[in-house]
């Protein structure tokens, strides 16, 4: 069979490498001159199975209206007349009670537990290397509050069976040696040791020259501009420049830019773009850099070592397909680097970036198949989208092959929306 994936991101690409050794001949479009260019060029490098969790849940309505007030605001929300972000927000705010938690989390981990499992293999069948470090991932609480609250998480990982670890701040200084030259900001942490790192770019590069030798063409530059339908199937893309490409089946996994393409054919995908941004550091002294990731819960910030640079990813806002690098944004990101790693890195030399994060209001990424027999969602992976790409690509191959998949799928398709 032949298969079309639209979309040469962390999530096409890894879609792509299973498709290939299915057997399937593969062709995916990007309209970047590489893979991985747009929001998978700089993420905060976290594979984090044990972070995987809805952001509507209990509490979050306030939570949110406090962080949208702070100085170094973890939410921004822009006034905008922009009917699409309000319905978004309203059935964010439909899933923020606690049977839709539990429901929307537990397919998160499921899906985010399979997808290390899944990258685990890869890397052991094909030694593919991206920067990556299997040495866990710690939140970091500078106020007794916070460490106050880790039950709340605690509790949710007991129930899922992750393993943790709370620790006061030695602890902390024992996992991540740095921290020991920054006095009074600590106050405890919590360690998830089956968490991972690495540099989505670098691996989604990587595993695209993994996937040329399976023999999947890459069509760069090619900009889509629609999908034709007859007969209750899609006959073919139509690129900007009037090209018509055909296939069997085709894969929409075009992150943000994904339900204005299916939009046309009756097929609404709950996806907005959350933007966020991250700094990219040359590590100076490589004692004083972080090990694995700290997360800064006051910040909502991840500080992760990525080979000999750093990177600091965070920050929600909400402000449509804007792209603009706003310099606030950049202050809190540098004030949370600056205030545990004072020492690690260059920030004359960082680089600013800005990506959108395709999300749905209940977290979950929307993988299947669609009411057209031959088109297929592989989008929406939100804050997760890294932790998430190889299972969702393994998933979803089985599901073209019409293979029974290794973890239940049916809650992850776009008909779960309908119901
Ligand atoms: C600041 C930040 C930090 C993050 N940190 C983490 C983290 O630590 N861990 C984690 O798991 N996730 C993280 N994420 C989320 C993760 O990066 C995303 O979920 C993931 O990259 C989405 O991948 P994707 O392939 O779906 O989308 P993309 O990478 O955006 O890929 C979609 C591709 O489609 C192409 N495309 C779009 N429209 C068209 C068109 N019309 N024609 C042709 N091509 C088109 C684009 O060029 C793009 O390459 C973070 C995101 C951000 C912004």
Redesign the pocket.
């Known amino acids: 069979m032949h298969v079309m994936i639209?979309?040469?991101?962390?999530?096409?690409v890894t879609s792509a490498y299973y498709l290939a050794q299915a057997g399937h001949q593969v062709t995916v479009?990007?309209?970047?001159p590489g893979v991985?260019?747009?929001?998978?060029f700089a993420?905060?490098?976290?594979?984090?199975p044990g972070y995987s969790a809805p952001w509507a849940g209990p509490g979050i309505p306030v939570k949110a209206l406090k962080w949208l007030m702070m100085r170094h605001r973890p939410l921004v929300l822009w006034p905008r007349l922009e009917p699409r972000l309000y319905g978004w927000l309203a059935r964010m705010l439909a899933n923020c009670t606690e049977d839709a938690y539990r429901r929307n989390k537990g397919r998160m981990v499921r899906l985010a537990e399979y997808s290390r499992d899944v990258l685990r293999d890869l890397r052991a069948e094909t030694g593919i290397a991206y920067d990556h470090r299997e040495r866990g991932t710690l939140q970091l609480f500078r106020t007794q509050k916070q460490l106050d609250h880790v039950g709340d998480d605690t509790r949710v990982l007991d129930a899922y069976g992750v393993p943790y670890e709370v620790l006061d701040p030695a602890g902390c200084i024992a996992a991540e040696p740095a921290l020991a030259r920054v006095s009074g900001v600590v106050v405890g942490g919590l360690r998830l040791p089956g968490d991972e790192t690495g540099d989505?770019h670098l691996f989604t590069k990587a595993l695209a020259g993994l996937c040329t030798e399976l023999g999947v063409t890459f069509r760069y530059g090619?900009?889509?501009a629609g999908l034709q339908e007859a007969g209750g199937r899609i006959e073919a893309v139509m690129l900007e420049d009037g090209t018509r490409l055909t296939a069997d089946s085709y894969v929409a996994?075009?992150?943000?830019?994904t339900p204005a393409?299916l939009r046309p054919l009756g097929i609404a995908l709950p996806v907005y773009p959350v933007k966020?941004?991250?700094l990219t550091l040359p590590i100076t002294d490589a004692d004083a850099a972080p090990v694995s990731t700290v997360m800064d819960e006051t910040y909502k910030v991840?500080i992760t070592r990525l080979g000999d640079r750093i990177r600091v990813?965070?920050t929600a806002e909400l402000a449509g397909f804007s792209d603009v690098l706003r310099a606030p944004r950049r202050e809190t990101l540098e004030r949370s680097v600056t205030d545990l790693f004072p020492q690690g890195g260059d920030l004359a030399h960082a680089s600013f970036w800005t990506?959108?994060?395709?999300m749905t209001p209940d977290g979950t990424p929307i993988v299947g198949g669609t009411r057209i027999a031959n088109l297929f969602t592989n989008?929406g992976?939100?804050?997760?989208?890294?932790?998430?790409a190889c299972g969702s690509g393994r998933l979803l191959a089985d599901l073209v092959s019409g293979r029974t998949p290794e973890i239940a799928s049916e809650d992850l398709a776009v008909s779960r929306y309908a119901a």
């Open positions: 639209l979309g040469g991101g962390v999530v096409g479009l990007e309209r970047q991985g260019l747009e929001t998978s993420n905060a490098g976290q594979v984090s989505a090619a900009r889509i996994a075009l992150g943000s830019f393409l966020g941004y991250s991840g990813g965070g990506g959108l994060r395709p989008t992976h939100g804050t997760l989208g890294w932790t998430m």
